[in-house]
């Protein structure tokens, strides 16, 4: 079947599924996409500046202009549940040399309807039967929940203002390990003299060109400096305890079977006494048996990583990717997760409902089902 082709038949699957198809906008003013992608997918925007001169991008991918339709929707008025699927272009910098540039997701979003467990598998079942029906067998599955790990956080009762630099690090690849890390040592001199400054992120920006340190992960000086200033707090607060440690480095390790995940995170809670975790612990587990209900496929497939999904930091609980044989991790042919702060994060709180919504790629599945690697 050709690039097109496949795009058909996927699309089939998502409208049979109710969805009303939709084409946002392609350009976005740059700065919700820039604070809503994580540092992999920042990176790889695609940015420019207008004719104005104010950046703006081209869209990263569908979930975010469709999400503002929807919120601004809401804000005329209607509240009716809604799920809109499209065949559209999105464009990032390619991950991998026989990545393009611009490419087509198809894909499904549903805002409005009742959150939990079957809503998350019947949305993951849809994304898993539309990769099938291309002709492509998965070669696994990763899963993750953004709820887990502020759960086990809230659970440790730290003070704020190390549980807010905990949950802010759990957004960024390696930032747990480096807060860990950071919180056993205090702060350089020269790194608290930064922070004293009248214009800390001017003297950060001295800092770094006198050291010869280039500015890394699409981050700003400002941003930097936020998290310096939450780590000197949360250093002053105690820093972080041994006991406390030992879960964290614990929850991050956590890596098996979809079924066996809520088992293992059960006892890592018990061993440590942390009994607020249970609720979170719960819903992973009664989305784990909706999911392997719904897709049998997913038993052999499936696994949870603890550390899972980051791509986008609109995601707040369940995320997934979809692997095939002969591409790099880093290549998954379907991708999705749940979004619930989304609608109201967009609308300044003004309205708000749950979102999920997931996408596959054609031009990945093309590759497999040519055996390319
Ligand atoms: N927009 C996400 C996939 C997704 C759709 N809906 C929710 N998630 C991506 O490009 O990876």
Redesign the pocket.
């Known amino acids: 079947m050709t690039h097109d082709a496949l795009v058909a038949v996927a699309r089939a699957v998502f409208e049979a599924a109710g969805g009303t198809p939709i084409d946002p906008d392609y350009v976005l003013p740059a700065d919700i996409p820039l604070e809503l992608s994580g540092e992999a997918v920042r990176a790889r925007l695609c940015v420019f500046p207008d004719h104005r001169g104010a950046d703006m991008v081209m869209r ?4 975010l202009p469709v999400a503002q339709r929807e919120a601004a929707r809401r804000e005329a008025g209607e509240a009716s549940a809604k799920t809109y699927t499209y065949a559209a272009r ?1 464009f990032r910098q390619p991950v991998a040399p026989d990545d393009q540039l611009e490419f087509t ?1 198809v ?1 499904l ?1 549903r805002f409005g309807y009742e959150a939990g467990a079957e809503a998350d598998a019947e949305l993951f079942a849809l994304i898993h039967r539309a990769v099938e029906a291309c002709g492509v067998q998965p070669s696994g599955v990763i899963m993750g929940d953004l709820a887990i790990f502020p759960a086990f956080i809230d659970a440790l009762g730290l003070p704020g203002v190390t549980a807010d630099l905990l949950k802010r690090a759990f957004r960024q690849e390696g930032g747990v390990r480096a807060v860990l890390d950071a919180a056993a040592r205090p702060l350089e001199q020269e790194v608290a003299a930064v922070l004293d400054a009248a214009d800390p992120a001017g003297a950060l920006g001295e800092l770094l060109l006198a050291r010869s340190i280039p500015l890394a992960g699409g981050r700003s000086l400002a941003e930097i400096v936020e998290g310096l200033q939450a780590r000197r707090a949360a250093i002053e607060a105690g820093g972080l305890s041994q006991p406390a440690r030992a879960v964290l480095m614990a929850l991050r390790e956590v890596d098996c079977p979809l079924a066996e995940a809520a088992g293992a995170l059960s006892a890592l809670a018990e061993a440590h006494e942390l009994r607020g975790a249970g609720a979170a612990i719960e819903a992973l587990g009664a989305r784990a048996d909706a999911v392997l209900a719904r897709v049998p496929a997913a038993v052999r497939t499936a696994r949870f990583r603890t550390g899972f999904g980051r ?2 930091t609109y995601y707040d609980g369940f995320v997934f990717e979809v692997l095939a044989p002969g591409l790099e991790p880093t290549q998954p042919v379907a ?3 749940r ?1 619930d702060g989304l609608i109201a994060g967009l609308a300044n709180r003004r309205v708000s409902a749950t979102g ?4 596959v790629r054609p031009d990945r599945m093309v590759r497999v089902r040519k055996g390319v690697s």
């Not at 990263?60 to 979930?63: A, E, S």
Request: charged share 15%.
């Open positions: 990263p991918d569908l979930t999105a997701q894909g979003e791509r986008f991708t999705g997760g979004y999920v919504g997931g996408v």
